[in-house]
């Protein structure tokens, strides 16, 4: 695997963390990848969704979100965006998913998390994977910790150290 100074991630977010609780246990996750990467997060603002917009309405706004994130993308980075529709991974399966574009020279990778409408068609075009956790809806804010924490997971396999299971 890549020396762990070397890789680089980015979580790129739609909207702030607001609940405290959240707010501490990225922090918290943040701490702990330290030892494994270079971790950065940023947040782009979000665009206020109002009930019964029409989906002309809703894809203005995916695509003002998705033109922020997108100003944060490097053109080197390897970009996973979060999207119900991606390829759902184990745990196990997502360590080696990053083991290897570690080992293939991606020494950086972007991890893309949506608005409540989800992401534009360009922030999905640009993206080289898109993974998904599952049928289910999730809070944005949520979200951030649940990929946290899976790639904290993933560092832990990747190095064969315990974890909870």
């Known amino acids: 695997m890549k020396k762990a100074e070397s890789m680089k991630i980015?979580?790129?977010?739609v909207g702030k963390v607001k609940e405290k609780s959240f707010r501490e246990m990225i922090g918290e996750?943040?701490?702990r990848l330290g030892r494994y990467c270079?971790?950065?997060?940023?947040?782009?603002?979000?665009?206020?969704?109002?009930?019964?917009?029409?989906d002309t309405e809703e894809e203005l706004i995916k695509r003002q979100e998705g033109?922020?994130?997108?100003?944060?993308?490097?053109?080197?980075?390897?970009?996973?965006a979060l999207a119900i529709e991606g390829k759902e991974l184990?745990?196990?399966?997502?360590?080696?998913?990053?083991?290897k574009l570690g080992v293939s020279?991606?020494?950086?990778?972007t991890f893309?998390?949506?608005g409540s409408l989800g992401l534009s068609q360009e922030v999905i075009?640009?993206?080289?994977?898109?993974?998904?956790f599952g049928r289910m809806t999730f809070p944005h804010q949520l979200m951030r910790v649940i990929l946290l924490e899976q790639i904290y997971r993933s560092y832990r396999i990747m190095n064969n150290e315990p974890y909870h299971k």
């Open 10 to 13: 980015t979580v790129i977010a």
């Open 29 to 31: 996750y943040s701490k």
């Open 38 to 54: 270079k971790l950065e997060i940023i947040e782009v603002d979000d665009e206020k969704t109002l009930p019964g917009m029409s």
């Open 67 to 80: 033109e922020r994130i997108l100003s944060h993308v490097k053109d080197d980075s390897y970009v996973t």
């Open 90 to 99: 184990t745990s196990v399966m997502l360590s080696q998913h990053i083991e």
């Open 105 to 109: 020279g991606k020494s950086h990778l």
């Open 112 to 114: 893309i998390i949506g």
């Open 125 to 132: 075009k640009r993206s080289d994977f898109q993974l998904s």
